[in-house]
């Protein structure tokens, strides 16, 4: 089945205490981009990456960090969360990089607590 | 960069009227505008997407509508059924650079 796995569904954890969200999409796709989803503000995009090693900054960058070091995976690393990054975290994926954007497909969302 | 206006905040109709949401963009070399739903608990789903050589399209029941020049664009939900009580986020971006920028969202309620 075709789709963009989050990892894990809900985590809790202290200040300070690195973490990493795991994305992984089995369609092949090119483009992939992490969301955070908070109350009244939206979707708001953290980070980006085109391509394989190709990776840029959305909207928020600021606490986190990507890597893209395979097509299919795209992690989202927090190396010393605050509670100001409790948030709904969402990995999308779409097919092709380029001037055309494609459809988005959502993962199943990850809720973060940062106690 | 790129500002996303979305109105209203929350939309209450009854079953089988239509509903309206409108999103208007700041930057006028964004070309790609697409409506995601995302109902309680899900995750958002891409509905309709609009480009900026179309001035308007339309799937079933939903349309999308696009004003270049006032820098606009509006989802239209025909005959709603309470299966459409959702959040709708519309969206922009310049195609080439996947900067997607989303409204902050409508939540639409259809009651029977």
């Known amino acids: 089945e075709a789709q963009v796995t989050q990892n894990p569904r809900y985590l809790i954890t202290v200040t300070g205490k690195k973490l990493t969200v795991t994305c992984s999409q089995n369609m092949n796709h090119e483009y992939m981009s992490w969301y955070r989803q908070d109350p009244g503000l939206g979707l708001r995009q953290i980070y980006y990456s085109m391509n394989v090693e190709v990776t840029d900054k959305g909207d928020v960058p600021e606490g986190y960090k990507v890597s893209r070091k395979e097509k299919r995976n795209f992690p989202l690393i927090l190396e010393s969360p605050s509670p100001n990054q409790t948030s709904l975290y969402f990995c999308?994926?779409?097919?092709?990089?380029?001037?055309?954007?494609?459809?988005?497909?959502f993962g199943s969302g990850t809720q973060l607590s940062v106690l | 960069g790129e500002n996303v206006e979305q109105h209203p905040s929350t939309l209450s109709v009854q079953e089988g009227d239509s509903a309206v949401i409108k999103c208007t963009y700041s930057d006028s070399a964004s070309n790609y505008f697409p409506w995601y739903k995302q109902e309680l608990g899900k995750r958002p789903q891409l509905i309709i997407d609009?480009?900026?050589?179309?001035g308007e399209k339309k799937d079933q029941r939903i349309a999308v509508t696009l004003n270049k020049t006032a820098k606009h664009f509006s989802l239209h939900i025909t005959e709603t059924q309470p299966e459409d009580s959702a959040v709708y986020f519309c969206?922009?971006?310049?195609?080439?650079?996947?900067?997607?920028?989303f409204g902050k969202g409508t939540l639409l309620t259809v009651n029977p």
């Open positions: 999308a994926s779409s097919l092709k990089s380029g001037w055309l954007n494609e459809k988005l497909f």
């Open positions: 609009i480009r900026s050589n179309v």
């Open positions: 969206a922009a971006s310049r195609g080439s650079n996947y900067k997607l920028t």
